[in-house]
């Protein structure tokens, strides 16, 4: 088979790049590097990888070329129009600009005409003294006048009349000369005049600046032009771009429209060849069934002709009869005359035996041969061998009749023969059979011609029925859909039997499903092809998630009705696309049906595509589609696929790379926190899911090893398979068992690294991983566990183990896991102890040697000097982790008993600080009957540091447990440690009862409430600045935190307010947050009742006491519904409300860091040591 296709693929390869069909080529080499078919395109990759068919320099041009489509041209066009209309606009705005200046300089020029005019003007209003003064300058400036001077003058003068009073009358000169020199000018001595004013310095300076202005006028001018130049060229520049894309846009949508007719052209021919075969399928139908009619009708003939046969044998039986004894009579005649007689009569009769034989059925199922009367006579036989013994004439005709139409009439002729005991002749038969095909045909054409109607009645009759009784329409549906010659009408009523219901439920699918089954089996492969499968691809993406859900079931049901090709092709890809439906339930069914569909698959080209699909169902965020994928999916992908190998390489691969791409929990390179990592929800589900298949597929594992299992010794039982023996025997003889291998090379040592990675507060994941690990020692048994999981945990938090049941092969992979640097052993002690605690020491059958491990890390380690306080956080938080199993409780209590008892001051607090981690998962009935009493024990102890941490410890119970009895004796405890008066002592106290406020009872608050009032009443009497500071902080935060809950009437008048007030005495203690926040809940809780009712409703709701301020007359919904009447509050003497709340508990809380608080934030170790 892989011959024939390498053959057929270089075929089309060399066909494709015979003619040049490079792109088909290379889709061709996509597709099948895409499929995982390398082998079949090497040819390809070197021809593509060819420099001299493609150069390199040649594709980077073609590469960085821009392809022009429709739309980018569409935008540019845009954008330029854009552009056009900005600069036509600037155009229009720049042309206004040169008609104001042009205006502008006109009026300018006026202006200066009309202060030429205004100076002379006031020249002539001057004073006589002011001009008889610039006269006289002007004449000692200017010297004696000239001769010409005073012509010139004095014909000037003469010119405008008034030489009697500007010039003296003279004799020696000829005025009528004048005329013919240069100085003679219209209006000279106007002229005169004005060149005199404009030779003065202001006016000098007021001709320059106009001189100035007029040429940045001018400059702005041609500089105006000049961008008006500007602008055209751009707006030319721009018309030629705007129509070269548009005759470019015409062209692309003329090539649109080219492409859209082609494509109508293509789809009215498909459609037209569609319609031709559909004709051709109906021609062929109605062929079968004519020839099927035919085939009937020949079968009545034959029988007919066989029972005259018969008739006419008999017949001729009785004249051979006579003539035998003619011929006995005759023999004395002599034998010659005798034998020819004889041969005579056998061949007339074996001549007329012959006429009456006939041959039918077209398609040759039905022959009957000529008979050898005279033999058959000769042997004694009554009938020919073609003729039925059990059939008498009477009941061949009586079955005739009732297998032909009721209707049809008979041939009277040829009853009349058979009832005359003659043959019918050769005319007869031909008109019998005639007249029978005829009825036939007629009861053909009724029975289409009902088809028909039927078909056309369906559609309108289905949406007036009532949905619960449509299904009684199915067998009607059915009928026409099988029976009808016209694909198109098929196709309709197929459609309406996917729609038969709008939205059904499970059973109305599961009828539907069940008439699509059936109907799929009539019909055959073809059909269910080309017009059931067609009705699922339509309604692949439909709205309502009911008819998904039912092509999805489809899928499956129908994929043995069609062709294996088919159903990883076709039908695959219909479940892939719902596989990333956004409906829970369809994803589901695609995932059941997938799991069906893989055995009808015809070879495992698809395996890696289904595998992907299977691994994207069981990382499905819907637990549901999970469930499914990990019972019914993943068990039909092993059996078909059988790669579990594989499966198991990818599946370790997803679990780490989940992890690995999660950011680290700090930045600080080399701290343990760079290692562990910051898991979001969804990587968090992947790991959850993909564990869990994991244990899913452990059965397989374990199968697989016992099945591939290469020693001699594997006589024994399989649940024996094993033993220690066989287990020494594989680590001697080296023998290659990769299916055993698998779990101590493989597996525990990615699950180790990915341990290794996980915060503490991942302790779900943690138990997933236990609970792999327990059920690993199920399946492989205690010899496993004890030989070959319990040496690698060990060695992987960094203690000895023998690992002499290994081969020597893998010493060096185990050995590996041990860690080297101290961040590496802290890590394994956080996180690969718990799985060494809870998942390999936890079996049932390691309930002593769990105990010695932990006496050994809590008791024998802490007593050595070296190990008193290395990783006890660590080794106590694993222990905790071993608590989250209720089996290995009492182990623990048993040894941290040993521990309370113990002399050793580390080891008593290291069981204090173990009772308070394992607080959350044991319940009151074990707190009081081993935690308290072992916290009693240790709060008598006479170091301060034990009775600390019992303190503490204490508080955690009060935080958990509300029991009363626990309670009360947790108030006794406390008045004992209270008893001394020490600095520590009361700040340990107040500390541990503050964490528990928010979730203990009302008895333990007010108890609380009252020690406060009674420390801040002497909190004068301390002398210490720094240690009233520190007592002022903790009750702060404390009475904040008591403010925050429900409170009564009373402890708040006795207790609340006065220590608050003390509080408020010493300023020089207070932090000034702390003071503002108590001066708010001063204010607040000694308002009227409204306050108070309104701080009893927060605290009931989880919220700030503070709501009046919402609800009060000056809040938010005070305001609001100020106008609804307020019934009065009878017991409250203080009627009216604060008129303005300065603050809100929110605000407060916030300002106060609260949350802080809440998580019990304690000192450390330093400053709860007394001062020494």
């Known amino acids: 088979m892989d011959v024939e296709r390498s053959s057929l693929c270089n075929c089309v390869v060399n066909f494709l790049l015979e003619e040049k069909y490079i792109l088909t080529a290379f889709e061709l080499l996509q597709e099948l590097l895409d499929d995982g078919r390398d082998d079949h395109a090497i040819r390809l990759k070197e021809f593509f990888s060819d420099t001299s068919h493609f150069p390199p320099d040649q594709i980077s041009r073609f590469n960085s070329l821009r392809v022009a489509d429709p739309q980018s041209l569409l935008e540019e066009k845009e954008a330029m129009e854009e552009k056009l209309a900005l600069t036509a606009y600037e155009l229009r705005l720049a042309q206004e600009d040169i008609s104001k200046l042009t205006e502008l300089q006109k009026k300018s020029d006026l202006s200066l005409a009309e202060l030429s005019e205004s100076k002379s003007n006031l020249s002539v209003n001057l004073g006589p003294d002011i001009l008889r003064q610039k006269k006289n300058a002007s004449l000692t400036d200017l010297g004696p006048l000239k001769d010409n001077e005073r012509r010139d003058l004095n014909c000037a003068g003469t010119a405008a009349a008034f030489v009697g009073c500007t010039a003296d009358q003279v004799t020696d000169q000829n005025l009528d000369v004048w005329q013919n020199t240069p100085a003679c000018v219209p209006d000279a001595l106007r002229h005169y005049y004005y060149q005199y004013l404009s030779s003065t310095s202001e006016a000098a300076e007021e001709k320059i600046a106009m001189l100035r202005e007029n040429e940045s006028l001018l400059k702005a001018n041609e500089r105006l032009n000049n961008e008006k130049e500007k602008l055209l060229i751009a707006k030319d520049l721009s018309n030629n771009q705007i129509s070269g894309l548009t005759k470019s846009l015409e062209a692309v949508q003329k090539d649109l429209k080219d492409r859209e007719s082609q494509i109508q052209e293509l789809k009215q021919s498909w459609e037209r060849q569609r319609k031709e075969i559909n004709d051709c399928r109906s021609e062929i139908t109605s062929l079968k069934m004519h020839i099927e009619g035919s085939r009937s009708g020949m079968n009545m003939v034959a029988s007919d002709v066989d029972d005259v046969q018969s008739q006419s044998l008999e017949k001729y039986k009785e004249e051979i009869k006579s003539l035998q004894m003619e011929i006995v009579g005759l023999k004395a005649k002599g034998a010659y005359a005798s034998e020819s007689i004889d041969n005579s009569t056998s061949e007339k009769e074996s001549h007329q035996a012959e006429e009456k034989v006939v041959e039918i059925d077209e398609d040759k199922t039905i022959v009957s041969h000529p008979v050898d009367v005279v033999g058959v006579l000769g042997n004694g036989d009554v009938l020919p061998l073609s003729i039925n013994e059990t059939n008498k004439p009477e009941e061949v005709l009586e079955n005739l009749l009732n297998s032909s139409d009721e209707n049809a009439p008979i041939d009277n002729s040829v009853l009349v023969t058979k009832q005359n005991g003659q043959a019918p002749s050769e005319d007869g038969r031909l008109q019998l059979e005639s007249d029978n095909l005829g009825d036939k045909a007629a009861s053909e054409n009724m029975g289409l011609r009902t088809i028909e109607i039927l078909a056309d009645a369906l559609p309108k009759i289905v949406p007036y029925v009532l949905i619960n009784h449509r299904e009684e329409l199915l067998p009607l549906m059915m009928c026409a859909i099988e029976c009808h010659p016209d694909s198109g009408v098929r196709d309709s009523l197929t459609h309406t039997l996917f729609n038969l219901i709008k939205r059904p439920d499970e059973q109305q699918r599961r009828i539907i499903m069940d008439a699509c089954v059936r109907l799929a089996k009539n019909v055959g492969q073809m059909r269910t092809e080309t017009e059931l499968l067609p009705q699922c691809w339509e309604q692949i993406n439909h709205m309502y998630e009911e008819r998904r859900l039912l092509v999805a079931q489809s899928c499956g049901e129908l994929a043995e009705f069609v062709r294996p090709e088919i159903c990883d092709s076709l039908i695959l890809s219909i479940v892939q696309q719902l596989i990333e439906d956004s409906a829970i339930v369809v994803r589901e069914a695609a995932a059941h049906n997938l799991s069906l569909l893989l055995p009808l698959f015809p070879n495992g080209d698809k395996y890696f595509k289904v595998e992907e699909l299977m691994f994207h169902l069981v990382c499905d965020p819907s ?57 979001g929800e969804r990587e968090r589900w992947n790991i959850d899911v993909l564990l869990r298949m994991l244990v899913e597929l452990l059965s397989s594992v374990h199968q697989k090893a016992v099945e591939t299992c290469p020693l001699s010794s594997a006589s024994e039982s399989k649940d024996m398979m094993f033993s220690t023996s066989l287990l020494e025997t594989y680590a001697r003889e080296h023998a290659e068992w990769p299916a055993f291998d698998w779990m101590h090379v493989d597996c525990f040592p990615d699950l180790i690294q990915l341990a290794c990675m ?31 999981m319990l040496p690698l945990f060990l060695v992987s938090v960094g203690d000895n183990a023998d690992l002499s049941f290994f081969p020597s092969v893998n010493h060096p992979r185990i050995k590996g896991l041990r860690p080297r ?24 059958s390691q309930h002593e040697q769990l105990a010695n491990y932990l006496r050994g890390l809590l008791v024998d380690g802490t007593l050595k000097e070296s190990q008193s306080t290395k990783h006890s956080a660590e080794i106590i938080d694993a222990v905790r982790f071993l608590c989250t199993f209720e089996k290995h409780h009492s182990i623990i209590f048993n040894i941290l008993w040993e521990m309370v008892v113990s002399s050793n001051i580390d080891m008593k607090i290291n069981a204090a600080n173990l009772l308070k981690a394992i607080m959350p998962y044991i319940d009151a009935k074990v707190a009081s009957t081993h935690v308290l009493p072992a916290l009693i024990t240790l709060g008598s102890d006479p170091n301060l540091n034990v009775k600390y941490a019992s303190i503490e410890a204490f508080g955690a119970v009060a935080q958990h447990f509300k029991n009363d009895m626990i309670v009360d004796k947790i108030r006794v405890q406390m008045d004992a440690f209270l008893e001394d008066g020490s600095h520590e002592a009361t700040i340990a106290v107040v500390r541990a009862l503050l964490v528990a406020v928010p979730h203990t009872t009302e008895r333990l608050r007010d108890y609380l409430l009252s020690k406060i009032f009674q420390f801040t009443a002497s909190q004068a009497s301390v002398s210490d600045v720094m240690r009233r500071r520190e007592r002022a902080n903790a009750f702060c935060e404390s009475i904040r935190a008591l403010d925050a809950t429900d409170l009564s009437a009373n402890s708040v008048k006795e207790f609340l307010l006065p220590a608050i007030q003390n509080l408020l005495r010493d300023p020089d203690a207070l932090d000034p947050a702390h003071k503002e926040a108590l001066e708010i809940i001063m204010k607040e809780r000694s308002g009227g009742t409204l306050e108070a009712l309104s701080k009893a409703m927060g605290a009931h709701l989880g919220l700030a006491s503070s709501v009046s301020s919402f609800f009060g007359d000056s809040g938010l919904l005070g305001k609001k519904e100020a106008s609804e009447p307020v019934s009065p509050q009878p017991d409250s003497p203080k009627a009216a409300p604060p008129l303005q709340a300065e603050d809100t508990r929110f605000r407060r809380i916030m300002r106060g860091n609260f949350s802080e608080m809440l998580r019990g934030k304690t000192k450390g170790i330093d400053e709860t040591n007394p001062t020494q």
């Open 821 to 844: 640097t101290a961040v590496a052993e802290r890590i394994a002690t956080m996180c690969v102890l718990p799985l060494l605690l809870a998942g390999v020491l936890g079996a049932p």
């Open 623 to 679: 637990g549901v589609v999970v469930d499914t994928a990990l019972k019914e999916l993943l068990p039909a992908v092993i059996k078909w696929g059988n790669r579990l190998e594989h499966i198991l390489r990818v599946l370790l691969s997803h679990i780490l790379s989940s992890a690995q791409h999660c950011p680290p929990l700090s930045g600080v390179e080399g701290s343990m926190e760079s290692h562990l990592r910051v898991l």
């Open 758 to 788: 996980l915060p503490q507060k991942e302790d779900n994941l943690r138990i997933r991983t236990t609970k792999f690990l327990l059920a690993v020692s199920e399946y492989f048994g205690d010899s496993y566990l004890v030989h070959i």
